[in-house]
């Protein structure tokens, strides 16, 4: 059965999520602070997370950071639940290495129908491996990037969207397609998260490992 944990300083909002995901049978905690909830989730290790962004004292921004940089919780989807539908915390949230983006009032039936959107593309196939070539291996048992015998971490989105790339070097993947793939059809994302995933990838493999095709979309480039 999956788990899902709220972080969210206001009680009604908690309580309401919380109600209407048990209704559907998910495991839910409930956390009321950023620090309360990164708790938890080393606790639980939920499948997914429910984290509002305007919190006091730690912001789900800088909660989202040290989930991702914790190799308990690295793996763990992290939705943002914002009032702020604003482009630019749209792509801050998307940096921090968050899968998708909710923004508030929250209607419950829509925000479940997300949920089971998000938690069935993030089912990974097991036992497969793509080696693109000698340098780079995408192990998708571990979630684990291998450059040059060196392990690297990657948040979910930006590790399949490398996936996604790698699977045919060369080949030109359009972004209408990119987001089909990687995040959903249906789901609405802020114009530049692509762009914000490929510079954190290139920031991590290089810049030579993906390239641009002005208007079209990104190809990944393979090692002669």
Known sequence: METILIIDDEDDIRDLLQYNLEKEGYIVYAASSGREGIAKANKHIPDLILLDVMMPEMDGIEVCEQLRSNEITKACCICFLTARNEDYSQIAGFDAGADDYVAKPIKPRVLIGRIKAILRRNVTPPG???????????????????KDGEDIQFPRKEFELLSLLASKPGKVFERDVILDKVWGAGVVVGNRTIDVHIRKLREKLGDDCIKTIKGVGYKYLENE
């Open 128 to 146: 497969v491996k793509e080696t693109p070539n000698n340098s780079l291996i995408i192990d998708r048992d571990r979630y684990l990037v291998i």
